[in-house]
């Protein structure tokens, strides 16, 4: 494979070996050795702005500069990806719809309060359409319903709370629905509608940080689709302890279809919907899964 630009030194293994070992360690991230070439062009920018001259540099940077923490932020920022888009994995949330949000309102008839949490949000289409979802609920009318959307980046957090989009996030958003929970935002982009938006709140977090985690309210449910694929077992066996720890007794764990918990040793039950398959907190020691209820 050809080199993006020869007048650059090359990342050596060892700096490959360093700068990942490093970004592991600050948020579970794990860099494949198949994926060398692709750190390299990705965080060639920064040390440009920075202005040092190589990959070893940019790591000594990393650990010992003063303003080490916000680089360290920006250059995971580099390294990630956060394609999405409203109503993804339409099965799930129709299960979810259908089958889990009938039993979250039994259980929390009495306080009328309900919390979801989108873990690793992005810039916001699916706190959104967690938030789309319960609007056109009449069983949570006069509630007290609140989505949190976390994320590790700040920049698309800006970009979630901001609540505009264009085509791309829309590609699974119908007209009925665009037309009742959007508005014009100006060229190609339409606005999440106010009331919506009011029922989101936006946070930055790193899901292996378990003292910032304990931050986070007892949550209902929580949707983490999507953001495991980055991490190892490891990391994931973390995470998964410290959601499980923020889920209230029976609070529900919604992964992305291509993600389970086969040999992770997790503390939550399977639990078998007609259009889905989700994991539980289990209400009470012992439980091993089954039907919802």
């Known amino acids: 494979m050809a080199r993006f630009d020869d007048s650059r030194p090359e990342m050596t293994a060892e700096e490959f070996r360093l700068l990942r070992d490093h970004v592991y360690s600050h948020c579970g991230i794990l860099v494949h050795e198949d994926m060398k070439f692709v750190m390299e062009r990705r965080l060639w920018p920064r040390l440009e702005t920075l202005g040092v001259p190589d990959f070893s540099a940019y790591h000594r940077y990393l650990r010992y500069d003063a303003n080490r923490h916000a680089e360290l932020e920006a250059a995971v920022e580099s390294l990630t990806t956060h394609e999405t888009y409203f109503f993804r994995e339409p099965s799930q949330l129709k299960a979810f719809r259908e089958e889990l949000l009938p039993v979250l309102e039994k259980r929390n008839v009495r306080t009328k309060r309900l919390r979801l949490w989108s873990a690793g949000c992005s810039s916001g289409e699916e706190a959104y359409t967690l ?22 980046s700040r920049r698309v957090l800006t970009m979630a709370r901001r609540a505009e989009y264009g085509p791309s996030a829309l590609r699974a958003t119908s007209a009925d629905l665009l037309e009742r929970f959007f508005v014009p935002a100006g060229n190609t982009k339409v606005r999440v509608r106010d009331d919506v938006r009011a029922m989101v709140s936006f946070g930055h977090h790193n899901l292996l940080d378990e003292a910032g985690s304990q931050l986070v309210m007892k949550m209902d449910a929580v949707f983490c689709r999507n953001v495991m694929i980055y991490f190892d077992q490891s990391a994931r066996r973390k995470v998964l302890r410290i959601l499980r720890d923020r889920l209230v007794p029976g609070g529900y764990l919604l992964l992305g279809h291509s993600e389970n918990l086969l040999n992770l040793g997790a503390d939550f039950e399977l639990v078998h919907l007609r259009g889905d398959l989700v994991y539980r907190r289990p209400e009470l020691p012992g439980l091993t899964g089954g039907e919802v209820r």
């Open 131 to 152: 938030a789309m979802v319960l609007k056109d609920e009449p069983r949570f009318e006069g509630w007290d319903v609140e989505v949190y959307g976390s994320d590790i």
